[in-house]
């Protein structure tokens, strides 16, 4: 069996950390070492660790690399690690008990190089917002075809463009020349179109399981997307081709809305224009969020869900553009 590094990057993850830790603790094929790297946090976050150090045995190290990028602090943790399989987790995940385990097995799968498996997508807070967030961001219509944020398949592993707390080979990594310190958002994604640009599978295997907790305000969801779509907007600058058709949709849109809103402000008879891109798009989100309350029987949170939708798709295309013309990244 090869040996196991965990990487965690982290930020002020002080009331999170101890619980990945204990989960890392409690898998039935607990990792080799965790690499801890922390990116200058001041909230106690180097205090949990060391407490935790003091209870169950897990080889726990913490390495300080104060103001990096996560990419940044991805690279420091794997530079570190001794082991031969790198498991990539963030300081608030919670994978389940068998996640190393069916990990390394989907990684034995011919061609495989990035493996990883599906979120359990909860609410970050107990409130009406959360739980209503929570709910957008598992459907099709906030999500798009990203199977490991619907849930929806759940036969045997599938080729997927991306997946989220990959697992993968130290020696690809290497290979690979590392995650990409000059984005600080999609470094997961544009990893794994490397990998599949090499001629290697990332592989989704429903079985690998780990609880997401989504954001729990408008204000942050709209910020996490915002900062979701800027960042992919600078990778498509220099890797055009790992567009998907769910990353295309809400840009479009975004931008067929801007330019038929300033045209009909300009030519108030152009109005027609707006509404028939703002009309479906309405239709859509208000037959999407039924659709979810009437699976969750929260039909109260209707408005609340339609919400969220438009929250994940204006931010997301508008800082795709914003992006783009932001400038390349190296």
């Not at 990419?71 to 498991?87: E, F, K, M, S, T």
């Not at 994978?95 to 190089?113: C, F, K, W």
């Not at 038929?260 to 969020?289: D, E, I, M, S």
Request: aromatic share 8%; net charge positive; hydrophobic share 45%.
């Amino acid at each position: 069996m090869p040996t196991v590094s965990v990487v965690v990057p982290c930020l002020n993850e002080a009331t999170s950390i101890g619980g990945l830790l204990q989960a890392l603790a409690d898998q039935d094929h607990p990792p080799d070492e965790v690499i801890i790297v922390d990116g200058g946090s001041t909230d106690g976050t180097a205090d949990a660790v060391a407490r935790f150090n003091t209870g169950p045995r897990l080889p726990v190290r913490l390495l300080s690399v104060p103001a990096a990028s996560i990419p940044a602090q991805l690279n420091a943790g794997i530079r570190q690690a001794r082991g031969d399989v790198i498991v990539r987790f963030d300081g608030h995940s919670a994978p389940d008990s068998t996640y190393i385990s069916t990990a390394l097995v989907t990684l034995e799968a011919p061609g495989a190089g990035v493996v990883g498996g599906a979120w359990s997508i909860e609410p970050g807070a107990p409130t009406n917002t959360a739980r209503a967030i929570a709910l957008a961001v598992a459907h099709p219509l906030g999500a798009g075809d990203a199977a490991y944020r619907t849930a929806r398949y759940v036969g045997a592993p599938l080729d997927v463009d991306t997946v989220p707390f990959g697992c993968f080979r130290k020696t690809l990594w290497q290979q690979l020349g590392g995650f990409n310190e000059h984005l600080q958002v999609n470094e997961d994604y544009e990893f794994n179109y490397r990998v599949r640009r090499a001629g290697l599978r990332v592989v989704l295997n429903p079985r690998i399981r780990s609880r997401y907790l989504a954001r729990a305000t408008f204000g942050s969801l709209a910020w996490q997307y915002l900062r979701y779509g800027w960042w992919k907007g600078r990778m498509l600058r220099s890797n055009l081709g790992s567009l998907r058709w769910r990353q295309a949709v809400p840009a479009v849109f975004v931008l067929a809305l801007a330019a038929t809103g300033v045209l009909t402000v300009a030519q108030p008879p152009a109005w027609p224009l707006f509404a028939a891109v703002a009309g479906p798009y309405a239709v859509a989100v208000v037959a999407a969020a039924a659709h979810v309350c009437a699976r969750s029987r929260s039909w109260r949170q209707l408005p609340l869900v339609a919400t969220a939708f438009l929250l994940v798709h204006v931010p997301w295309g508008t800082g795709v553009w914003g992006g783009v013309m932001a400038g390349r990244p190296r």
